[in-house]
């Protein structure tokens, strides 16, 4: 049978010559929502009959918006409406500063749920205009469809509306030829579709028109929709006809197939909980106030929804959502296998005790020898479900790579802030009208700790989610909130142990953990910290003094310098009279300080690892010098990587050494990491081969390594590169002693060595790893947080382990200004870091070095609630000045990292109840502050830059900063 054609063109409202036409007849339209404003006029679209075809056709110059809307094509170009500007495709350029999410070609890529998929995404802004669109185009693989969604960021504001044009079929399947031609839209059936978010009802030409998810959903002559809702089946009536372009009524809808209102196809479910059953199949799991429903589809599980029984509110409420993947590789053929789930599912048992569900999934169509058990342990008082998945892998051609813990998908709304465990911990705030994406190594550069959580500001609750896994495995934290969607997605994936070989049975580590709970982020890291106190195996020994086993030097230490030798790598003005300039540093700011020297050694930075020795003659001279001054030394040595070619340019112990004891994939290939610098003379760039931590040999060097530098050189620790930074990686290589591919294996091996190193250094020797892996901890005295450098950054990882580890400062040397000095300084201080980590030449030009001193010195007076205490609640603060910026943060996203003027921290000491109240106020002007006191505070004694006793009156302290100041409180309670 042949499909009308008809076509879709973008027009003024209210023009009487339609855009689209027929075989010469005039069609009727209907409006479609622009992005821009979140209004809907100037937006045509032809109502066509079922499974009509539109194509998209070439505009004419005297028929287009005047607003933004999305691309059309003229004269065979593409085209885009910019807030009144039309620009042709030669005008459009791409955001370098988005690269990351802006492939030059199409990416193929694995999405959230395993789906494979091709994506390309275009940044687009007006040249002159500080306003950009994000175009994506995402072909999936397995599923013949392209959905194109449009973005405007208008007036530099969070996005405010997301436009789905439809779905897409191409004649090529190449995303790129979207651009290229004229793809075509096909209206689908409304049995295809059973979910739709963004319901949008207006009235066009006299008739009411329903849009849901891109997709004309359903219409009505007199004004009247009817749809079934909740579990009573009663009839609700939304009388949609006194809405219109400029007044739009907004729903969430979910659509079934099997239980459908004789009037209409949509069933309107506003409370999809516990009771609401549409096919009988689902299956609840109560807990206490939380409310978790799973249904069965008949091939897999869906999460369905989860309920808040407090708040009487569902915390999901769209229905059909993957609840773990799976992902599998054919041993011999090499070929991938995706489970999930959701389907494929041949049998499904299901056994409940009161306190324990549990699912066996069987009988796969394409892997009928893989099972998967999931278990759910309920915690009524907790309001607490703990997962365990195992897989029972009976296949002889299949492998397990990797599994996913139970995934936590919740709704978004203007309210929801996801808690991420990056760095110091980290807040995605406004989810409903922002995305956000990430995938962390745990541990490494991204996760610092194996917890996250959801909540919502206006309801002050919301769902923690964390791994309780006590002696730690590597794992990858994902989270995931797209931009035309109205949920987020937040879990773990654990690499399986044997993934070179088949009918590799096992367990995820740990049990994932969802719990409701009331507050912030801050009441969700307490009950992470809740597990690690009693299970954790990577806490160092702690008394009322702080870490038993830290040097105590190291535990008092306040600050920390940043030396560089000179170095071709290095730009000359970080290396000029280093030693000159440390001592000049030092004596200006008048605390002892320790000093992490860099390029100590002849060889050249990341050049010839890990021949280290001989040092370099200036610094065997000059480093008992600046011991005198009552510095503590403590060099580099990188840890982790082989130079392939540590002869300079030759091999020369590389291949005969340590090949074989690299780190290799399932090919056998060695895992290589592109140094940023390249070999002298112009050469290549540097190859690092990762090591693999269970060697024997890799340990003894590093033994060695460290002896001299304690031996020879006198130093006082030693800086041990990329341990805690750097992901494990699935080394396979069979010669080893340990299993291919994940486990606790990586972790449990480096902490061995470590503990080697140990035995070669002198008591007061203490150790620095990079980044604040927490699984290091009991073996590695320091953490490097150099890398708490984000945006919207809240100290998570310091109310976890306050008093349990030092922490060592930041990254000034990524700031392109001077905003952001105040910044640091003020949040190291506050966040219980030993504060510093600059070059000594930045800290004496910086026009901030007077603040900067303010909180370093109050620090060291205040020291004791540091190492030896606990971080309290966030205070509640208000002041009269705009927040500090900086856009010139390297590592922060888009470079931008900004915080309120006056920031605070409330602390309180192991040993006794003295408690410490600190107030930064960073602007250039004094501040009028409000702060919101805990209960039973009468007055401060307020010391630093205000000397004074004020009274609290009603619980709040109001108060005038001075401008760059820092006032601290000691509270005897």
């Avoid at 659509?255 to 409370?271: E, F, H, V």
């Avoid at 309801?459 to 995931?480: E, L, Q, R, T, W």
């Amino acid at each position: 049978m042949e499909k009308t054609i008809y076509t879709w063109l973008q027009v003024p409202a209210g023009d009487d010559s339609r855009a689209a036409s027929c075989k010469g007849e005039s069609l009727p339209s209907q409006f479609v929502p622009s992005p821009y404003d979140g209004s809907i006029s100037g937006r045509v679209l032809t109502k066509a009959p079922k499974d009509a075809i539109l194509n998209l056709c070439s505009g004419n110059e005297s028929a287009r918006s005047e607003g933004t809307g999305v691309a059309g094509f003229e004269n065979g170009s593409l085209y885009y409406t910019f807030c009144g500007k039309r620009v042709q495709l030669s005008d459009l350029y791409r955001d370098e500063n988005e690269a990351q999410f802006a492939p030059t070609e199409p990416a193929f890529f694995e999405t959230f749920d395993g789906t494979e998929a091709i994506v390309t995404r275009v940044y687009v802004s007006v040249k002159g205009m500080e306003k950009a669109a994000a175009y994506d185009f995402v072909a999936y693989k397995t599923i013949p469809l392209v959905q194109v969604f449009v973005v405007v960021n208008p007036n530099n504001k969070e996005t405010v509306f997301p436009f789905q044009v439809g779905c897409l079929t191409f004649e090529k399947t190449s995303v790129s030829n979207m651009v290229a031609g004229l793809p075509k839209v096909e209206i689908p059936c409304k049995e295809d579709l059973y979910i739709a978010e963004n319901y949008i009802s207006f009235t066009a030409d006299g008739v009411n028109f329903a849009f849901a998810g891109g997709y004309p959903a359903l219409q009505s002559a007199d004004g009247a929709v009817t749809v079934k809702a909740d579990y009573q089946c009663n009839v609700k009536v939304f009388d949609i006809s006194e809405y219109g372009p400029e007044n739009p009524f907004v729903s969430n809808i979910v659509c079934s197939k099997g239980a459908i209102d004789p009037d209409g196809w949509l069933q309107n479910i506003p409370c999809l909980y516990a009771e609401n059953d549409l096919l009988g199949k689902n299956q609840i799991i109560s807990v206490g106030n939380l409310k978790v429903v799973l249904g069965d589809n008949g091939e897999g599980l869906d999460l369905l929804t989860i309920y808040d029984c407090r708040k009487e509110k569902p915390l999901l409420s769209r229905g059909a959502n993957m609840l773990f993947t799976l992902n599998l590789r054919h041993v011999e053929n090499k070929s991938k296998l995706h489970l999930n789930s959701r389907e494929g599912w041949n049998s499904i048992q299901t056994t409940s005790t009161k306190n324990m569900h549990t699912w066996v999934f069987s009988d796969h169509k394409e892997a009928e020898n893989v099972s998967v058990i999931l278990t759910a342990f309920c915690d009524s008082e907790k309001s607490r479900i703990s997962w365990d998945l195992a897989v029972q892998n009976e296949s002889a051609a299949y492998s397990v790579q990797e599994a996913e813990y139970p995934r936590l998908t919740l709704n978004t709304d203007e309210h929801t802030t996801l808690l991420s465990p990056y760095g110091s911990g980290e807040i995605r705030r406004h989810l409903s009208s922002a995305a956000a994406h990430a995938s962390l190594n745990y541990p490494g550069f991204g996760a610092s700790l194996q917890c996250g959580a959801v909540y919502n500001t206006a309801m002050g609750s919301g769902i923690y989610y964390g791994v309780h896994d006590p002696a730690p495995a590597y794992k990858v934290c994902n989270f995931d909130k797209q931009i035309f969607k109205q949920t987020v997605s937040f879990g773990f994936t654990y690499p399986f142990e044997f993934i070179d070989k088949s009918g590799n049975s096992s367990a995820l580590a740990g049990k994932a953990v969802w719990q409701l709970f009331d507050g912030d982020w801050y009441d969700a890291c307490m009950i992470y910290k809740d597990f690690v106190d009693k299970e954790a195996n990577w806490l160092p020994e702690t008394d009322e003094n702080g870490p038993v086993n830290t040097p105590e030097w190291m535990k008092t230490c306040s600050h920390w310098w940043r030396s560089m030798l000179d170095d071709p790598c290095i730009e000359p003005e970080k290396t000029r009279d280093w030693f000159e300039e440390t001592l000049k540093a030092h004596e200006d700011l008048g605390v002892p300080s320790a000093n992490h020297v860099y390029h100590w050694h002849q060889t050249i930075f990341d050049n010839e690892y890990p021949h280290f020795f001989p040092a370099k003659r200036e610094f065997i001279r000059k480093a008992p010098l600046l011991q005198q001054a009552g510095i503590k030394l403590v060099p580099y040595i990188n840890s982790r990587c082989w130079d392939d070619l540590d002869g300079g340019a030759d091999d020369w112990e590389y291949t005969e050494k340590a090949l074989s004891e690299t780190t290799k994939d399932l090919d056998g290939n060695t895992f290589i990491e592109l140094s940023p610098f390249n070999k002298p003379n112009g050469g290549p760039k540097v190859r690092l081969a990762v090591m693999c931590p269970s060697s024997v040999m890799w340990q003894d060097l590093q033994c060695e390594l460290v002896d001299k530098i304690y031996s020879e050189l006198g130093m006082d620790g030693v800086y041990l590169d990329q341990i805690a930074a750097a992901k494990p990686n699935l080394c396979a290589d069979p010669h080893h002693n340990h299993a291919a591919g994940g486990g606790s294996w990586w972790i449990d091996n480096y902490n061995h060595m470590v503990n080697r190193m140990k035995t070669h250094g002198p008591e007061t020797g203490a150790f620095v790893t990079e980044c604040t892996g927490e699984a290091y901890m009991k073996t590695i005295e320091a953490l490097l947080s150099w890398a708490w450098v984000r945006n919207s950054q809240v100290p998570a990882f310091s109310a976890v382990y306050g008093g349990r580890v030092a922490l060592v400062g930041r990254d000034y040397n990524s700031l392109k200004d001077e905003e952001g000095v105040k910044i640091f300084a003020a949040e190291s201080f506050l966040f219980g870091e030993q504060m510093g980590w600059i070059i000594p030449h930045q800290y004496l030009t910086t026009c901030y070095r007077e603040f900067y001193k303010k909180c370093v010195r109050a620090r060291e007076a205040h020291k004791e609630f540091f190492y030896a205490g606990k971080l309290l609640r966030p205070l509640s603060i208000e002041n009269d000045q705009p927040p500090i910026t900086t856009y010139g943060c390297v590592m922060a996203e888009g470079q931008i990292l900004s915080v309120p003027a006056v920031m605070g921290a409330h602390w309180k000491k192991f040993a006794g109840s003295q408690e410490l109240i600190v107030l930064t106020n960073l602007s250039n002007n004094a501040a009028k502050t409000e702060v919101i006191l805990p209960a039973g505070i009468q007055s401060l004694n307020l010391q630093g830059d205000l000397n004074e006793t004020v009274d609290c009156v009603n619980g709040k302290l109001s108060v005038t900063l001075p401008a760059q100041s820092v006032v601290t409180a000691v509270i005897d309670c």
